[in-house]
């Protein structure tokens, strides 16, 4: 274990991983959402739990993505 290399990465490319990793996360959610809604919204009820849900989520994810970019 001693003789394994270290993999040390700069701080600059470890939060761009994460930005990326936000965008493909925020990105994947809003295809299945748009996905699902499409498909099975029926009725005003769970069209409004379903955009309360979507707007819970990315809100959070999109504040995270803009922290990640300030920390470059």
Do not use: R
């Not at 270290?6 to 994460?18: A, D, E, Q």
Request: proline share 4%; aromatic share 16%.
């Amino acid at each position: 274990m001693e003789n394994l290399p270290h993999l040390i990465l700069p701080t600059k490319t470890i939060v761009t991983l994460v930005f990326y990793l936000f965008l493909i996360v925020y990105a994947t959610f809003t295809v299945v959402f748009y996905y699902h809604w499409q498909n099975y919204s029926m009725n005003k009820g769970a069209t409004t739990a379903t955009h309360i849900a979507y707007f819970g989520i990315t809100i959070p994810l999109l504040a995270l993505m803009g922290l990640s970019l300030l920390a470059l």
